[in-house]
T-cell receptor, first 115, second 114 residues
Framework: DAGVIQSPRHEVTEMGQEVTLRCKPI?????LFWYRQTMMRGLELLIY????????DSGMPEDRFSAKMPNASFSTLKIQPSEPRDSAVYFC?????????????FGDGTRLSIL | AQSVAQPEDQVNVAEGNPLTVKCTYS??????LFWYVQYPNRGLQFLLK??????LVKGSYGFEAEFNKSQTSFHLKKPSALVSDSALYFC????????????FGQGTTLQVKP
């Protein structure tokens, strides 16, 4: 079975550019999570969706960050304009919240470097 | 509020020796607890979970974890460490919101030396 698929795996861009990260969750999962991981701050939850609806975006650092989930099989995380401090690894994860015992499944992340 | 603590930033152990990575939690209600492992340049991988039942939970790659309700702990263990077990380990507790959200600890780096 295909796991969570993230693209691109690596992104290098200049400060001020728009960055779009993409995620395809596991089919049948109804919860989707975006995380950011840095050495300084560790693993941070940015936003999560349940049944395509954003439930909690309190982890989104600034208005420059936005996330959408137009359907059950696709989500995007957008940064506009990007800044060097946004450099991090961004992970997407999905789970089935209908069954409490199910773990989250993570993609392999997008390593983002803002120059 | 639900929380998880991993008191050690790093654990060092010799290959072949038993290992323990510590985790304590604070929850309201019954805890749903998880351990994840992260290898370099990869996402977090699920190792094992405690939902209910036997306090000793067995998971992937020979790992197990012991749930202790009185000490509010869920320590990860392995009888004989391998060099390939060297990685970053995260403990997590399920949030009470019933949306699948997990509260993660800060992570513990396990270093297994030959």
């Amino acid at each position: 079975d295909a796991g969570v698929i993230q693209s691109p795996r690596h992104e290098v861009t200049e400060m001020g550019q728009e960055v779009t990260l993409r995620c395809k969750p596991i089919s049948g999962h109804n919860s989707l999570f975006w995380y950011r991981q840095t050495m300084m701050r560790g693993l941070e939850l940015l936003i999560y969706f349940n049944n395509n609806v954003p439930i909690d975006d309190s982890g989104m650092p600034e208005d420059r960050f936005s996330a959408k989930m137009p359907n059950a099989s696709f989500s995007t995380l957008k940064i506009q304009p990007s800044e060097p401090r946004d450099s991090a690894v961004y992970f997407c994860a999905s789970s089935s919240s209908d069954r409490d015992t199910q773990p989250q499944h993570f993609g392999d992340g997008t390593r983002l470097s803002i120059l | 509020a639900q929380s998880v603590a991993q008191p050690e930033d790093q654990v060092n152990v010799a290959e072949g020796n038993p290992l323990t990575v510590k985790c304590t939690y604070s929850v309201s209600g019954n805890p749903y607890l998880f351990w994840y492992v992260q290898y370099p340049n990869r996402g977090l991988q699920f190792l094992l979970k405690y939902i209910t039942g036997d306090n000793l939970v067995k998971g992937s790659y020979g790992f197990e974890a012991e749930f202790n309700k009185s000490q509010t702990s869920f320590h990860l263990k392995k009888p004989s460490a391998l060099v390939s077990d060297s990685a970053l380990y995260f403990c997590a507790v399920r949030d009470a919101s019933n949306t699948g959200k997990l509260i993660f600890g800060q992570g513990t780096t396990l270093q297994v030396k030959p």
